[in-house]
Every structure is written in structure tokens, then in C-alpha cells.
Antibody
Framework: EVQLVQSGAEVKKPGESLKISCKGS????????IGWVRQMPGKGLEWMGI????????RYSPSFQGQVTISADKSISTAYLQWSSLKASDTAMYYC????????????????WGQGTLVTVSS | DIQMTQSPSSLSASVGDRVTITCRAS??????LNWYQQKPGKAPKLLIY???SLQSGVPSRFSGSGSGTDFTLTISSLQPEDFATYYC??????????FGGGTKVEIK
């Protein structure tokens, strides 16, 4: 069974650093891209970026480039999302999701999702 | 950037109604369009991929259509468990696979 299990909720102060995780199981972790999606309170979904754990190729949305860092440790089947200096506006639910690629065509979609990690940034 | 615009942003409907949600892309995205359902406090769930392909396990009352810039998600007969927020997502772009703003389906 494919599962993505995310780390627990975090409460941080502005300016602090943070790294949240997403552990995959039940499939070949190095063969699928993992994406991160932000959902601010009461708002919609925002595509942040993706990483291919096989070679750590990473793509970022222009909106998030330079604001966060996406990484992965394939030895423990885990992807990460990190901030060096949090802001109150980073308060949100963050989801990781596995990106499936069609066998015969470049069709991409998120087929499995983590349960979400709530990040609260407040002084 | 490819912008995805959904309409309406919310709607009220009754059980048994036929519901249609539209999604428009700011440029042609061929058929690289996905639909997700999200219930409160839960992660999104894939319903439709490649504009019209039903994800395994999703009820057949859900269907998708469209290509180019205009797409629709249709629920043929709304069920109580379908009250949720629906999002489209384009997968045409290689580095920013944007979501639409969402459509909340509420009980009338």
C-alpha cells in the first residue's frame, strides 16, 4: 500500500528555521517525483515545487523560489521542505504528494497525498 | 505562468442535482488538466486526470471534459458525500503546475 506520512504539527516564532518531512512507503521512492502543496487557512491549494528523489532534480514555482528549499534523502525514502527564516505568512497546512507520470504520455497528476503538516508561525 | 480560473467559486445544490464546474486556463494546456476533491480537514483526492480519465475507485457520476483552455467537471447526480471543494490543476507546465482557486459545493 502506497503511503506518505508527514511529520507532526509545528509551532514556531518568526525568524526561526524549520524542516518538515514526508516519508514514502509501499512503492519505489526513487522512481516518482514528490511535490509540496501549500494551503493557507481558508484558502486554496498552491503548487510549491517538486523533487525527483532518484537524482534530487528539483523544480520550484516562481512564487516559492528562494523562499523554501525542497530536498530528499533516498536512503530513508523521505522528502523535506525547509525554511531558513519563517514569517507569519508561512502559517499554513503543507501537503506532500506523489506525482504519477503516465506510462505512454507526459500526463502528470498527484495520486497519493500525505495527511498534511500544519505549520503555525506566531510571536 | 499559466493561470487557472474556476467558476463559480461556490454553489448551492440539492442531492440529485446535476452540477457543472468550469475551469479556464490562460493559455492552451491541451488535455493536461486534473480535478481534485477536498473535504474539510482532509487531503485532496484525485478524481479526474488528463481532462476526462476517471481515477480508479472514483464513482462514475463524476466526469470531465474539455481541451485547450476550457474544461468542465460534471457530477451527474449529486450525493451527500460530494459536498466538498473541487480544484482543477494544469500539468502542462514543467515547473509550476498551478491549481485553480477552487469551487465549494454546498448543500441547498
Amino acid at each position: 500500500e502506497v503511503q506518505l506520512v508527514q511529520s507532526g504539527a509545528e509551532v514556531k516564532k518568526p525568524g526561526e528555521s524549520l524542516k518538515i518531512s514526508c516519508k514514502g512507503s509501499g512503492y519505489s521512492f526513487t522512481s516518482y517525483w514528490i511535490g509540496w502543496v501549500r494551503q493557507m487557512p481558508g484558502k486554496g491549494l498552491e503548487w510549491m515545487g517538486i523533487i525527483y528523489p532518484g537524482d534530487s532534480d528539483t523544480r520550484y514555482s516562481p512564487s516559492f523560489q528562494g523562499q523554501v528549499t525542497i530536498s530528499a534523502d533516498k536512503s530513508i525514502s523521505t522528502a523535506y521542505l525547509q525554511w531558513s527564516s519563517l514569517k507569519a505568512s508561512d502559517t499554513a497546512m503543507y501537503y506532500c504528494a506523489r506525482q504519477y507520470r503516465g506510462l505512454w504520455s507526459p500526463i502528470y497528476y498527484f495520486d497519493y497525498w500525505g495527511q498534511g503538516t500544519l505549520v503555525t508561525v506566531s510571536s | 505562468d499559466i493561470q487557472m480560473t474556476q467558476s463559480p467559486s461556490s454553489l448551492s445544490a440539492s442531492v440529485g442535482d446535476r452540477v457543472t464546474i468550469t475551469c479556464r486556463a490562460s493559455q492552451s494546456i491541451s488535455s493536461y488538466l486534473n480535478w481534485y476533491q477536498q473535504k474539510p480537514g482532509k487531503a485532496p483526492k484525485l478524481l479526474i486526470y488528463a481532462a476526462s480519465s476517471l481515477q480508479s475507485g472514483v464513482p462514475s457520476r463524476f466526469s470531465g471534459s474539455g481541451s485547450g483552455t476550457d474544461f468542465t467537471l460534471t457530477i451527474s447526480s449529486l450525493q451527500p458525500e460530494d459536498f466538498a471543494t473541487y480544484y482543477c490543476q494544469q500539468s502542462y507546465s514543467t515547473s509550476d503546475r498551478t491549481f485553480g482557486g477552487g469551487t465549494k459545493v454546498e448543500i441547498k
